[in-house]
């Protein structure tokens, strides 16, 4: 049973580490265009 709860929780650790790269991703990709926009508007 113990195992299977290491499992689990490795599974989590994983998914939460992926969820923030996405994330992190994502924001960098926004700011790259808003800034993009202001510069060319500017």
């Not at 998914?15 to 926004?30: G, P, Q, Y």
């Amino acid at each position: 049973q113990r195992s299977a709860a290491e499992s689990l929780l490795g599974e989590a650790e994983a998914e939460l580490s992926k969820a923030e790269m996405l994330e992190s991703r994502d924001t960098k990709i926004r700011e790259a265009e808003t800034g993009g926009r202001s510069a060319m508007i500017g």
